[in-house]
């Protein structure tokens, strides 16, 4: 619906107004100590919680002091690294492997990984009427708010919703986990019919595969695909699946769990945040940038003709004008992020197979020579790295994936690792999370409407 022009001039004048009697000084951070982004002033974060669910491991402190360190990612104790080598080594799908450990804290036999792929199997088909009523009647042009808004919707389809006993939450985490790339596939069928005038195309479910097997089912039209995009696209799933309790998706999740409510709003809440460009939505924001660079840059091997285009984004007379190298630097990983590793290595690989060795080479430089150039505008000694962001884009490029589908996916995958943190603060959290917000409004009076 379209913002009338009086609607449009009385919020004009709003904004006029609102600096006059709600601006906060930047300094009075500081003065007043606050933790602004839930982090010290040296950049680590602020500890509020314990859990067994995961680790991002980027600094360690010594004498008092951060010191960097090649990044590490664990899932309840095993490196993400020891992960993914035990399943490619198989040749086998390892996603649900990986949402077994989350959510039940131990890797699974062969009996028990059996079983949960049966019962993954049962739990991903939708309630009968429910493409139909959430997705086709109403469509998004976003697919992580169809995303929130039909796990929303799966509340009214649960016999005990609000249940915070384990058995139930365990069930929510499987159903949601199993559910998500069938939502996802489905919004994106029915976006591209009503918004890009696309025709309607919907697949039937396959029982016999895995979960990252089913999702390319689902997406392509012609329901094609390759065992080495589907592995691929797996190890994706692997590798965005938990990343600590800290991050800011994770922390909604455990925040709106702490006030005991239901499942689905926890799991909306943390959809809401992973979608933002500083959170997961960066994957779209990098290629968003390497367009811009790509474009900007006449010789792509002139490492001089780079870094001059990376100031000028710095400078935010580039890009798209908010002085960010997307794709660098990380909140917790100093030297490395090991996902970016991973999925770097898989990128060069399939690069020239795909007719992107180029692009590759520039994303590559890119990397290499941004902490230069951040360290030389900004005049700060941070040590970054390459994010998981950085790469991670052009790998779903190559599986011939859309730009609007990077971060629904990675959504798809962190779906396990929210019900896993959910359950732990549920069961052992027990205290609503409550941070202070210090005032810095002066008490006066009120002021009658007719002397104002």
């Known amino acids: 619906m379209e913002t009338t022009n009086k609607v449009q001039s009385f919020i004009d004048n709003l904004c006029e107004e609102y ?7 930047p300094s009075s951070y500081a003065n007043e100590n606050v933790k602004r982004g839930l982090r010290n002033a040296d950049g680590t974060g602020v500890l509020a919680g314990l859990t067994r669910v995961g680790s991002a491991q980027g600094y360690y402190v010594q004498d008092g002091a951060k010191t960097p360190m090649d990044g ?4 309840r104790g095993i490196d993400i690294r020891d992960l993914v080598a035990g399943v490619t080594e198989d040749k086998r799908f390892g996603f649900e492997e990986v949402a077994y450990l989350l959510l039940c804290g131990t890797l699974p036999n062969k009996t028990q990984l059996g079983d949960f792929h049966n019962v993954m199997n049962e739990l991903r ?7 139909e009523d959430a997705i086709l009647k109403n469509p998004s042009p976003d697919i992580m708010n169809k995303l929130a808004s039909c796990i929303l919707s799966l509340y009214s389809y649960d016999a005990n919703p609000d249940s915070c006993k384990l058995a139930d939450m365990l069930r929510h985490g499987m159903e949601l986990t199993a559910r998500a790339p069938v939502i996802v596939a489905h919004a994106f069928a029915v976006k591209r019919h009503y918004y890009d005038r696309e025709s309607l195309v919907l ?9 990252a097997e089913n999702f390319l089912h689902l997406l392509r039209p012609d329901k094609q695909f390759t065992p080495e995009e589907a592995h691929l696209l797996d190890l994706c799933l692997i590798l965005h699946a938990e990343h600590g309790g800290g991050n800011n998706s994770t922390f909604t999740c455990r925040t709106l769990t702490s006030s005991m409510t239901d499942t689905y709003s926890a799991i909306a809440g943390a959809i809401g945040s992973l979608k933002g460009p500083l959170h997961g939505g960066a994957n779209n924001q990098v290629m968003d940038m390497f367009e811009h660079i790509k474009s900007g840059i006449k010789n792509w091997d002139d490492e001089d003709e780079i870094c001059d285009y990376l100031g000028k984004i710095l400078r935010k007379e580039a890009g798209n004008g908010d002085g960010k190298i997307y794709g660098m630097g990380h909140a917790v990983y100093t030297l490395s992020d090991p996902r970016a590793i991973l999925l770097k290595k898989y990128a060069r690989e399939l690069a020239p197979k795909h007719g992107c060795l180029e692009e590759f080479n520039l994303l590559e430089a890119v990397e290499r020579l941004s902490p230069k150039v951040f360290a030389s505008i900004k005049g700060d000694s941070k ?15 190559m599986l011939g994936i859309p730009a609007e589908m990077y ?6 995958a962190r779906i ?8 732990e603060e549920a069961i052992y959290g027990g205290r609503i999370m409550r941070p202070a917000y210090r005032s810095l409004e002066p008490i006066k009076g009120y002021t009658p409407l007719d002397e104002r």
Request: charged share 15%; proline share 5%.
């Open 383 to 397: 040590t970054i790295s390459a994010n998981v962001d950085m790469f991670s884009g052009l790998v779903y490029q």
């Open 203 to 211: 697949h039937i479910l396959r029982d016999d595969v895995s979960l």
């Open 125 to 131: 088909h939708l309630p009968k009427g429910f493409t």
């Open 416 to 423: 396990v690792g929210w019900c896993a943190h959910r359950i």
């Open 407 to 412: 971060t629904p996916i990675f959504a798809v």
């Open 19 to 25: 600096p006059k009697y709600n601006h906060i000084d």
């Open 72 to 75: 590490r990612l664990v899932y």
